[in-house]
């Protein structure tokens, strides 16, 4: 239930805070007062895209906040704990249009992303715009309603995911046949350079071990040099470091038989001497391995010439090379497996296409079922708004699937398919009795679509648990006795959610369990919008103008207690 609205700054609106009550909530006021710029803001705070024209002049910004009372609602609980947001006794949504782009979402006062304003807003509200009833006038809307009605939801994920695989697949298909003769043709010109890459089959980290090792032996005769004469002055000279330390630790000795704490320096040269002997016997061996084979040197060269050709010619870097080389192996794979691709692809699709008709056809039943009640539903709740001893048909048809277009079988069958499934659904109604039924976009006017609009949120709120149903001016095109039928029927729908309505009607606004009046003012010549709840007299005197206009009569104010029940 939507408990208070604050818009600031929006179009006309300067700065208006309302409360809404339970049951049913009537808005009147002139045409032009601003009524449908409230209602575009609802919808603006329930996730609708909106401009920075909507920024009331000379303002920065426009601001929309509701509260919600959503305790018992299950699914919003889950929602706002999905996506981390504080979780409170009421819901408070806000949006906020900038003049400086900088346009922002509140629940809670956590900033969120648009998509979680607008998945809050499909959870707490069915509004029906001001001309929404013209969609009816559109074929392909009416297996929405069909949908909402029948519970499809989960079923139309499920085949809506098969039936965008079917369509890759298809994609990927044609893509393959497209490819074919551009693959055949390059197909030399990859195994050429797949042969020469392949030749070198270079290594990530080959470089710098190739360098470390061209740098050893392009300084081999310096390196032997060097490791000769330390070699020699370590070990291998007549006065070696080695018999140097050996003549000390002999001294050492005799030390160690006059006086034992000569022990630990003894212990001491001992390592010395044995790392001297480690050290030189190190040298010795790296000198005994230094390489003087110049061909060895070539080949090292030429392979680092080799390795980099490759990078010039294919990326500039061994990675680019070997990246490259799995890609062109690919792409020569498919082309000489294209036979191959194209029977194994072919056989996904066919496969794709008996699931995603399976799908359908569960889909099919579900909405075959479903369409008879919707038939009685309407047929019921259009006799309750005066439109007695009508038809309504709900028709479902199947066409034939070609080659040529989107298709799943079923059965053995090809069936034209779409994102919805292979049902084209159309409502058919007759309005009079003895006449057949016929397409309702043909046959039906202005107050009879208006009816059989609200006749289907009627029927379709008894399936639905949106706490707020918004009607702006449902009651086009019909008066007198009707729109009393009108209104009861809002009414009726009121005891089971909260209803916001527009309307002119004094039948209507005459039911209302709250009413309130858009009234625009002129101030610093400037037009502003604002809206008021009101009292038991100044409803009465509200319905009163809405049946006779600005001069209330005394007649009219009667007539409007009478409508209201009022003594």
Known sequence: MLRSLHVKDYALIESIDVEFGKGLNIITGETGAGKSIL??????????????????????????????????NSKVKKLIEDNEIDLLPELILRREISLKGANRCFVNDTPVPLSVIKDLGDLLVDLHGQHEHQSLLRTETHINFLDEFAGTEKLLEEYTIAFRNVRELSYKLEALREKEFSLKEKKDFYAFQIKEIDAVSPVTGEEEQINNELNILENSEKLLGITGSVYEN????????????????????????????????????????????????F???????????????????????????????????????????????????????????IQKLEKEITSAREDTGNIADKLSLKRKESAKKVEKEVVKVLAELGISDSVF??????????????????????????????????????????????????????????????SLKTILAKNDKLPLLIFDEIDTGVSGRIAQKVGTALKTLASSHQVIAITHLPQIAGLADNNYAV?????????????????????????????????????SLKGARELMGLN
């Not at 000379?58 to 929309?64: F, G, M």
């Open 39 to 72: 209602i575009d803001a609802m919808g603006l705070l329930l996730g609708e895209r909106a401009s920075t024209e909507v920024v009331r002049k000379n303002s920065i910004k426009a601001v929309v906040e509701g509260v919600f009372e959503v305790e018992f």
């Open 234 to 281: 370590l070990f291998d000279s007549e006065n070696s470091v080695h018999d140097q330390l050996m003549q000390i630790k002999n001294r050492i000795d005799e030390l160690l038989n006059i006086d034992s704490s000569f022990g630990e320096i003894e212990n001491e040269f001992n390592s010395i001497i044995a790392q001297v002997m480690d050290a030189a016997e």
């Open 519 to 555: 009234e625009k003012i002129t101030s610093d010549k400037r037009v502003t919008s604002s809206i008021r709840k009101l009292n038991r007299d100044e409803k009465i005197k509200e319905v009163a103008k809405l049946m006779s206009g600005e001069n209330i009569t005394e007649a």
């Open 393 to 454: 048909k709900v028709k479902m048809e199947q066409a034939p699937g070609s080659g040529s277009g989107d298709f799943v079988t079923l059965n053995g069958k090809k069936y034209k398919a779409d994102s919805k499934g292979i049902d084209a659904v159309e409502f058919y109604i007759s309005t009079n009795p003895g006449e057949d039924v016929k397409p309702l976009i043909k046959v039906a006017s202005g107050g009879e679509i208006s009816r059989i609009m609200l």
């Open 283 to 341: 040298i010795r061996k790296y000198n005994a391995k230094i390489d003087h084979d110049p061909g060895h040197l070539d080949e090292l060269r030429d392979r680092l010439g080799a390795i980099t050709l490759l990078k010039k010619k294919y990326g500039g870097s061994v990675d680019s090379v070997i990246a490259y080389r799995d890609k062109i192996g690919q792409e020569y794979d498919a082309a000489e497996n294209y036979s191959h691709h």
